[in-house]
Antibody, heavy 128, light 109 residues
Framework: QVQLVQSGAEVKKPGASVKVSCKAA????????IHWVRQAPGQGLEWMGM????????SYAQKFQGRFTVTRDTSTTTVYMEMYSLKSEDTAVYYC?????????????????????WGQGTLVTVSS | SYVLTQPPSVSVAPGQTARIPCGGN??????VHWYKQKPGQAPVLVVN???DRPSGIPERLSVSNSGNTATLTISGVEAGDEADYYC????????????FGGGTKLTVL
């Protein structure tokens, strides 16, 4: 069965970096993008960006450009997200999510996939 | 950037019908997905692409989408339906293409 298993909780100081992993299993890894979504305490969901696991091409929300990087390792079917220059406002649960389509092209301008599988979430706490 | 507006809360008695609206400019022209999230858990897709329900999702959940409002309707509400519900679309006219509504807390009285 499809599984996305994320790394454990992290506590970081302001200005530090954090790297969270998302290991995929149960499907052909390179057939599906992986997206990242975060949720601050008591708040809603926020889309951050995504990676094409086949060629490594990424797309990020403008808000996170320059401070957020997504990479993948096809040999271990793992996607990584790294955030830099952390602020207290980055305290959140970070989720990886897989879309429900392996043929919908994100760069077509008509992408409409839903997220049908989610990781369990990784709490990142930024505090001095 | 594109904005989706949901009421913070909706309350309904068991057995009644809950309607959760999601407002957005010309949302009727978009595919809207709905997620259910219980405290401490990851979101779960309950309806995608306007009307498709993943396996295991009951037929009590249905959606409509027209004009500037999409609506998730839950018939015969049960205690297990109590959760936060989020709508989601894609809008590539902005620099933040993945868009979620602010979420609606469904309370079963």
């Amino acid at each position: 069965q499809v599984q996305l298993v994320q790394s454990g909780a992290e506590v970081k100081k302001p200005g530090a970096s954090v790297k969270v992993s998302c290991k995929a299993a149960g499907y052909t890894f390179t057939n599906y993008y992986i997206h990242w979504v975060r949720q601050a305490p008591g708040q809603g969901l926020e889309w951050m960006g995504m990676i094409n696991t086949n060629d490594g091409i990424t797309s990020y929300a403008q808000k996170f450009q320059g401070r957020f990087t997504v990479t993948r390792d096809t040999s271990t079917t793992t996607v990584y997200m790294e955030m830099y220059s952390l602020k207290s406002e980055d305290t959140a649960v970070y989720y990886c999510a897989r879309p429900d389509s392996d043929s919908d092209d994100f760069w077509s301008g008509s992408y409409s996939a839903a997220f049908d599988y989610w990781g369990q979430g990784t709490l990142v706490t930024v505090s001095s | 950037s594109y904005v989706l507006t949901q009421p913070p809360s909706v309350s309904v008695a068991p057995g009644q019908t809950a309607r959760i609206p999601c407002g957005g400019n010309k949302i009727g022209s978009k595919r809207v997905h709905w997620y259910k999230q219980k405290p401490g858990q990851a979101p779960v897709l309950v309806v995608n692409d306007d009307s498709d329900r993943p396996s295991g999702i009951p037929e009590r959940l249905s959606v409509s989408n027209s004009g500037n409002t999409a609506t998730l309707t839950i018939s015969g509400v049960e205690a297990g339906d109590e959760a936060d519900y989020y709508c989601q679309v894609w809008d590539f006219s902005s620099d933040h293409p993945g868009v979620f509504g602010g979420g609606t807390k469904l309370t079963v009285l």
